[in-house]
């Protein structure tokens, strides 16, 4: 079992509909969470990140973490063009802990919104 | 306001040859990595440093050796280069407590 999986891809909705992404993790030790937009070409950007359990909002993006069941999700609400990218799931370990504070990225999903 | 710098931006490498991919943070962070990402697989941890002076394996970490040479810089190191290690490397240090990376501009290495 991979560390951290996400949801295959791609994933495609039109403009204006919500995408929603997911994501499990196999360490229950772990403690933070985030989640990440990478555009082809460039290096990966955090745009959520969540630590306990339920929702955490920020303009058009909702994490929402369920440690109990090891799932994170990300919805994007009125999806546009410009949110075409890979979005990634990262995962980090306690410090000391099994996976020693390190941090784990699942493979990622192709979103595309199409006008 | 630098962040994380990473070198080279692209290299070719011919099968055998080394190189070392250099990354420095100027964020005062203790934890550095070094992951690489092939399509359709994600980031693949190679190596972290969870402080100066450490080093550990992630996922990935054959064909590579690290060092860490100070608080800002962590080196990645090619021995003996082979078209498997085709691939897009990035560099990223990681806030203490909270967690969040942030990454270099990547390096594009490609070997024939």
């Known amino acids: 079992q991979k560390e951290v999986e996400q949801n295959s891809g791609p994933l495609s909705v039109p403009e204006g509909a919500i995408a929603s992404l997911n994501c499990t993790y196999s360490?229950?030790?772990?403690?933070?969470f985030f989640w990440y937009r990478q555009y082809s070409g460039k290096s990966p950007e955090l745009i959520m990140s969540?630590?306990?359990?339920g929702d955490k909002e920020d303009g058009r993006f909702t994490a929402q973490l369920n440690k109990a069941s090891q799932y994170v999700s990300l919805l994007i609400r009125d999806s546009q063009p410009s949110d075409s990218a890979t979005y990634l799931c990262?995962?980090?370990?306690?410090?000391?802990?099994?996976?020693?504070?390190?941090?784990?990225f699942g493979q990622g999903t192709i979103l595309t919104v199409h006008p | 306001n630098a962040g994380v710098t990473q070198t080279p931006k692209f290299q070719v490498l011919k099968t055998g040859q080394s190189m070392t991919l250099q990354c420095a943070q100027d964020?005062?962070?203790?934890?550095m990595y070094w992951y690489r990402q092939d399509p359709g697989m994600g980031l693949r941890l190679i190596y972290y440093?969870?402080?100066?002076?450490?080093?550990d394996k992630g996922e990935v970490p054959n064909g590579y050796n690290v060092s860490r040479l100070n608080k800002r810089e962590f080196s990645l190191r090619l021995e003996s280069a082979a078209p498997s290690q085709t691939s897009v490397y990035f560099c990223?240090?990681?806030?203490?407590?909270?967690?969040?990376?942030?990454f270099g501009q990547g390096t594009r290495l490609t070997v024939v």
């Open positions: 990262a995962v980090k370990g306690l410090a000391g802990g099994t996976s020693y504070g390190k941090l784990t």
């Open positions: 440093s969870a402080s100066e002076g450490t080093t």
């Open positions: 969540i630590y306990s359990n």
């Open positions: 360490d229950r030790g772990s403690q933070s």
């Open positions: 964020m005062n962070h203790n934890s």
């Open positions: 990223a240090s990681t806030r203490e407590v909270r967690g969040e990376a942030f």
